[in-house]
């Protein structure tokens, strides 16, 4: 289940509890032990662990949900992470690659392929059951070549063709060697309802038009329409939004999800998922805030969680503080433009990038958050021993001088910047890089957006410098955004030597030789600069002490495992 405005980038999810939290709780009675057998065996209780709660967070409102268009961090994370499956997932504990809606998989020894073999019994949480027709749906939109795809495009564009063995069983090929595929493909590979999603399609056409086949252009066209709703899924949860009815997403105020009572995952294994809901508030951070203080939610990210415990005694009672990091959890940077000139020269790249202060950026983000110079999680076999670039502006001069801009000579550097709005630790940037700009000469340009306007400037490319929070892939592969043919090379930089060694890397299968070509590569772009890397966030929140079993993971802040006390939760 996975993984970045700020709120949304940190896995905002918060838990609904009311006025008057609780922090003295018991343990989950034991299944059959003594007195607490009728407890257990009543339908408050599944494997032994109370069910119930509505777990909920705040920020900020998606635009699509759709599973197979959606490439939004805040649809993905807090979303169809609940509604939809793929064939394989990450253990929230430990971190190892386990079967999801694939009871099994199989990899080839030459790596170049992998059995799954797809679960018996599951059902849609409409109650329907799950075919290979279903699971072929997104790879059969993909291969039309019609549909602009979301994030599942990462499982179709490492597979090369399909091969049906039987009704349980596919053989996926993939496009060359890559030592994540597996992952990459059975993580990415979400399933949704094909029949939801042709019938939704049927309703859009006008009386007496034939219906478009579903690799054709119009029937992609009229898909992609489809963004406030994501059908039956197989996950945990489910959200009911017809159209035109009374649906649980209220646009601009929540979203409610519901318990998907077909989930096979609460079968296998009892005392998972026991919320009986996820609601999502769309809230800004004055907003969470508030409601933090109020009482009306239990689970705080707002990055000043510390702060306002040491002025709120209730808050510090009530809650403890959490710090920590995730594998999707990736970095802030201001990719530069290198198809736009001056920014194809690199002194102009490294001249600018000094302008940014890492280590105030570093504190701006809070306690745990470390200055970047690779993309990369810092501490792993791959991270450069390599210094940030300095905060630096009266070298920056001399540097732009050196590349034919003075401002004393009336040749001063124009740029544009765009940044997102929204975020408190945006602004707090552009602030500061303003200020050093000015100082260095720079005649600069801000164009702060909200995400849609943001997507749209990023697209025109009349920019010079594109500030961002930049997730990771959480199996660590840089290439996207590194290589020139990436599909996160915002910048377009192109390098020979950069291209061989992301190349190299990916189809490297020892994992000491593949760290080495990494830092290679990162100590290459650390001397090109096409990006401005900036710093690693950490994520800080304040959790209520009445909710037990959730901790944080490789993937983040998972509830897979939580539950809360009957005495505490909300419905």
Request: overall charge neutral.
């Amino acid at each position: 289940m996975r993984p970045l405005p700020i709120a949304a980038a940190l896995f905002v999810v918060v838990l609904v509890v009311g006025i008057g939290l609780r922090s003295v709780l018991q343990d989950p009675p034991a299944a059959g032990a003594g007195g607490d057998a009728a407890a257990s065996a009543s339908p408050r209780y599944l494997g032994g662990v109370p069910q119930g709660h509505v777990y909920t967070g705040f920020a900020d409102e998606p635009s699509d949900v759709n599973p197979y268009t959606s490439n939004g961090l805040s649809s993905k994370r807090l979303v169809i992470a609940y509604t939809h499956e793929g064939l394989l997932d990450i253990d929230p504990t430990s971190g190892a690659l386990r079967p999801a809606l694939a009871e099994s998989y199989e990899v080839a020894a030459d790596g170049r392929s992998c059995l799954f073999t797809l679960r018996d019994g599951v059902r849609f949480a409409d109650g329907s059951p799950l075919t290979m027709e279903d699971v072929l749906f997104g790879y059969e939109l993909h291969q039309a070549k019609h549909l602009t795809m979301g994030f599942v495009a990462d499982a179709y564009a490492r597979v090369e063709r399909v091969e049906v063995v039987d009704p349980r069983r596919l053989r996926v090929h993939f496009r060359g060697v890559h030592y994540a595929a597996t992952r990459i493909v059975g993580e990415a590979w979400l399933v949704g309802q094909k029949r939801f999603f042709v019938e939704r399609v049927r309703s859009m056409l006008a009386p007496g038009e034939a219906m478009p086949e579903v690799g054709s252009a119009q029937f992609a066209t009229l898909l992609h329409r489809i963004d406030h709703e994501c059908g039956p899924g197989t996950g945990p949860y489910e959200l009911r939004n017809p159209p035109g009815g009374k649906g649980d997403w209220r646009l601009r105020h929540d979203l409610l999800l519901v318990r998907n009572e077909h989930c096979w995952r609460r079968q296998v294994a009892p005392g998972t998922w026991n919320f009986a809901g996820v609601r999502q508030l769309w809230r800004d951070g004055a907003g969470g805030q508030n409601a933090l203080l109020l009482g009306e939610i239990d689970w705080y990210p707002g990055g000043n969680g510390e702060a306002l415990q040491a002025q709120y005694p209730n808050l510090q009672r009530d809650y403890q503080r959490l710090v920590y990091d995730y594998d999707s959890l990736g970095v802030f940077r201001c990719v530069w433009n290198c198809e736009r000139p001056p920014f194809d020269d690199v002194r102009v790249r490294k001249a600018v990038g000094m302008l940014f202060d890492r280590t105030e950026i570093a504190r701006i983000l809070g306690s745990g958050a470390k200055p970047a110079v690779a993309h990369a999680k810092p501490g792993r076999p791959e991270y450069p021993d390599l210094l940030p670039l300095p905060f630096d502006p009266a070298a920056a001069r001399r540097l732009l001088r050196e590349a034919g801009f003075d401002p004393a000579a009336g040749k001063p550097l124009h740029m544009v910047l765009v940044a997102m709005e929204g975020s408190e630790a945006h602004r707090r940037m552009v602030e500061s890089f303003t200020a050093a700009a000015a100082t260095a000469g720079i005649q600069l340009e801000i164009r702060g957006r909200e995400q849609s306007g943001f997507i749209l400037e990023k697209k025109k490319r009349e920019w010079h410098g594109l500030l961002v929070q930049q997730g990771f892939r959480p199996w660590g592969d840089p290439y996207d955004f590194l290589h020139g043919e990436g599909r996160d090379n915002e910048g377009r930089w192109r390098h020979p030597e950069a291209d061989r060694l992301a190349s190299a890397a990916r189809a490297e299968l020892d994992a000491g030789k593949r760290a080495e070509l990494w830092r290679q590569l990162h100590t290459l772009v650390h001397e090109q600069q096409p990006v401005a890397l900036l710093a690693h966030p950490v994520v800080s929140v304040l959790l209520a002490k009445h909710v037990r079993a959730l901790e944080p993971g490789p993937a983040g802040l998972i509830p897979e495992r939580a539950w809360v006390a009957p005495a505490d939760q909300r419905r």
